[in-house]
Antibody
């Protein structure tokens, strides 16, 4: 069965960096793109962008360029989200979500990780 | 970016009610729309894609319709487990966006 398991909660100080992992199992990792979604406390969902797991090419949504980096380690079927120069407003739950279909463009997420809470506080 | 406006943002309903949620896009997106359900503390769950196709395992009381700029999610008979927040997402462009969400609460 398809599973996405994310790394645990993080507490970071402003200015620090964090790397969230999303380990996939139950399917061919490089066949389906991976999306990243942010949800600030009490707020809605924001699509951050996606990474083509076949080519490794990331695409970032507006507002998520510069400090946000998507990467892969295909040898362990894992996608990563790294955020640098953390700010208080980065406090949120971050989700990875697998694309529903094999395609060279982002799509609906049919399997989601459990979410990783990143808290930024001094 | 394409903007999605959901209405209402909050809805109070009773078990057994028929519930309809609307999602309007700022420009035409054909049928490139998905609906998700999210319960507190949980990841979103895909309900519908391509505007009207039910994801495997989703109860048939959920249905979606629409194309272009106006879409609806309908729950034909609200069940206790359906109280949650619902989001639409457009998949038309290479920059996806979500609607603001509709919270469905018990009347």
């Amino acid at each position: 069965q398809v599973q996405l398991v994310q790394s645990g909660s993080e507490l970071k100080k402003p200015g620090a960096s964090v790397k969230v992992s999303c380990k996939a199992s139950g399917y061919t990792f490089t066949s389906y793109a991976m999306n990243w979604v942010r949800q600030a406390p009490g707020q809605g969902l924001e699509w951050m962008g996606w990474i083509n797991t076949n080519t490794g090419n990331p695409t970032y949504a507006q507002g998520f360029t510069g400090r946000f980096v998507f990467s892969l380690d295909t040898s362990v079927s894992t996608a990563y989200l790294q955020i640098s120069s953390l700010k208080a407003e980065d406090t949120a739950v971050y989700y990875c979500a697998r694309d529903r279909v094999i395609a060279a463009r982002p799509g609906a997420g049919d399997y989601w990780g459990q979410g990783t809470l990143v808290t930024v506080s001094s | 970016d394409i903007q999605l406006t959901q209405s209402p943002s909050f809805l109070s309903a009773s078990v057994g009610d028929r519930v309809t949620i609307t999602c309007r896009a700022s420009q035409g997106i054909s049928s490139y729309l998905a609906w998700y359900q999210q319960k507190p503390g949980k990841a979103p769950k895909l309900l519908i894609y391509a505007a009207s196709t039910l994801q495997s395992g989703v109860p048939s009381r959920f249905s979606g319709s629409g194309s272009g700029t106006e879409f609806t999610l309908t729950i034909s008979s609200l069940q206790p487990e359906d109280f949650a927040t619902y989001y639409c997402q457009q998949l038309n462009s290479y920059s996806l966006t979500f609607g603001g969400g509709t919270k469905v609460e018990i009347k």
